[in-house]
């Protein structure tokens, strides 16, 4: 399985990025993923996650402005991102869960496959 973040660069406060997270090796469809971010000297903390059934998580300093969404075709999970914030910036991942249709889990323990990181940067 491999996971491909992408998306990421350099936005003004206010502005939109979306990350996307292309997965090889299995469906991603039939899996939850998460979209987590790790900013300097800060844990690694989950903002959003989907479920096979599209269930979503989200957590509450991004809700209403973040959207996860999955296009099967494309085999691609993506983050939306508005209004972003100067505390959005980070280093951005998407991981997925190893169990076929499992619960949608909260936290980097409930993953176990993991992408490389995209940098979001935003400025004010």
């Known amino acids: 399985v491999q996971l491909q973040a992408s998306g990421g660069g350099l936005v003004e406060a206010g502005g939109s990025l979306r990350l996307s997270c292309a997965a090889s090796?299995?469906?991603?469809?039939?899996?939850?993923t998460g979209w987590f971010r790790q900013a300097p000297g800060k844990e690694r903390e989950q903002v959003a996650g989907?479920?096979?059934?599209?269930?979503?998580y989200y957590a509450d300093s991004v809700k209403g402005r973040f959207t996860i969404s999955r296009d099967n075709a494309k085999n691609t999970v993506y983050l939306q991102m508005n209004s972003l914030k100067s505390e959005d910036t980070a280093v951005y991942y998407c991981?997925?869960?190893?169990?076929?249709?499992?619960?949608?889990?909260?936290?980097?323990?409930?993953?176990?496959?993991w992408g490389q990181g995209t940098l979001v940067t935003v400025s004010s």
């Open positions: 991981a997925a869960d190893a169990t076929y249709r499992g619960r949608l889990g909260v936290g980097a323990r409930e993953y176990d496959f």
């Open positions: 090796g299995r469906t991603v469809s039939n899996y939850a």
């Open positions: 989907i479920s096979a059934g599209r269930s979503t």
